[in-house]
């Protein structure tokens, strides 16, 4: 089992510019949330997909867009880079859940560097 | 709304030591939460979760956590420290609502080993 797999590892653009990152959910699992991690802080929640459609959502401007595929597997989008936009994107799997149980933890992959400069 | 508070930033232990990394928590229900570990370069391990029962919890790597409602914390102890366990350390609490489940992160404590 490969587990979370993100890509890619790094990137680097400008303001501006537009970037898709990608992510890969552990075998089984069908439920993929997006994580935004700035340098020095916790990661802070950008939205969730399930079953093809955004879940729910953090507070983050419409800029931030997401897509999920048939196989499970998730696009990130973000439009009009800023510099405010540099960290690390983490990705994170489960399973779907009306709640909290031992059968959705959510596993991180190890994430994408962003830098917008 | 759900917050979590992480008062160190940073923390300095030699190696054998003790540990103790604290963990405070806003949340109106009953919380479930979560100590992760970040390693440079890597993403998110979970070393210990708390949903219910038992107020001290093990996890992996010889951490445990113990739950006070009455203080609304949640700190992660370790007896003796090892020079592979500096890394950063992230509380989280979950919010679950509807069919949704997300988590809450506080702003991280970095624990550095000393020899």
């Known amino acids: 089992d490969a587990g979370v797999t993100q890509s890619p590892t790094h990137l680097i653009k400008t303001r501006g510019q537009q970037v898709t990152l990608r992510c890969s959910p552990k075998s089984g699992h069908d439920t993929v949330s997006w994580y935004q991690q700035a340098l020095g802080q916790g990661p802070q929640f950008i939205f969730q997909y399930y079953e093809e459609e955004e879940r729910q959502r953090g507070n983050f401007p419409d800029r931030f867009s997401g897509h999920q595929f048939p196989n499970y597997s998730s696009e990130l989008n973000v439009n009009a880079l800023l510099l405010g936009d540099s960290a690390l994107y983490l990705c994170?799997?489960?399973?779907?859940?009306?709640?909290?149980?031992?059968?959705?933890?959510?596993?991180f992959g190890p994430g994408t560097r962003l830098t917008v400069l | 709304a759900q917050s979590v508070t992480q008062p160190d930033i940073h923390i300095t232990v030699s190696e054998g030591a003790s540990l103790e990394l604290r963990c405070n928590y806003s949340?109106?229900?009953?919380?479930?939460l979560f100590w992760y570990v970040q390693s440079p370069g890597q993403g998110l391990q979970l070393l210990l979760k708390y949903f219910s029962g038992d107020t001290l919890v093990q996890g992996i790597k010889g951490f445990e956590a113990e739950f006070k409602r009455s203080q609304s914390s949640f700190n992660l102890r370790k007896p003796s420290v090892h020079w592979s366990d500096a890394a950063e350390y992230f509380c989280?609490?979950?919010?679950?609502?509807?069919?949704?489940?997300?988590?809450?992160f506080g702003t991280g404590t970095l624990l550095a080993v000393q020899p």
């Open positions: 949340y109106g229900a009953t919380p479930y």
């Open positions: 989280a609490v979950g919010q679950y609502g509807g069919a949704t489940n997300k988590l809450i």
């Open positions: 994170a799997s489960s399973l779907a859940g009306s709640g909290p149980s031992l059968y959705n933890e959510q596993f």
